[in-house]
């Protein structure tokens, strides 16, 4: 098992940027792909990114494409999600996954984090 800590979330504009960390430990770091998702009030919990353990492969939803930017640091065992361009629809909790499987970690991944809120006022 990997502990996931999350931070960063926030209250931001329309247009705004936000960056958030998940802080992991417990289990060799490298060994894992990291992934993000997020849950919306009233929603089921969607995919936003993920990025392999080497970090030269990355994967996006659609609706996140060219204003996130996943990206890991594994000297500091700490994954990022930098969002900008942000909406009223990216309000959410996020959530931080890991998985030591890359197919694995952006569909069912067997570590969670326990989230943070980001809110995107219109």
């Known amino acids: 098992q990997v502990q996931l800590v999350e931070s960063g979330g926030g209250l931001v504009q329309a247009g705004g940027s936000l960056r958030l960390s998940c802080a992991a430990s417990g289990r060799t770091f490298i060994n894992y792909a990291m992934g993000w998702f997020r849950q919306a009030p009233g929603k089921e919990r969607d995919f936003v990114a993920a990025i392999s353990w080497s970090g030269g492969n990355s994967y996006y939803a659609d609706s996140v494409k060219g204003r996130f930017t996943i990206s890991r640091g594994n000297a500091k065992n700490t994954v990022y999600l930098q969002m900008n361009s942000l909406k009223p629809e990216d309000t959410a909790v996020y959530y931080c996954?890991?998985?030591?499987?890359?197919?694995?970690?952006?569909?069912?991944?067997?570590?969670w984090g326990q989230g943070t809120q980001v809110t995107v006022a219109s």
């Open positions: 996954a890991a998985s030591p499987r890359t197919a694995v970690v952006t569909t069912t991944p067997e570590n």
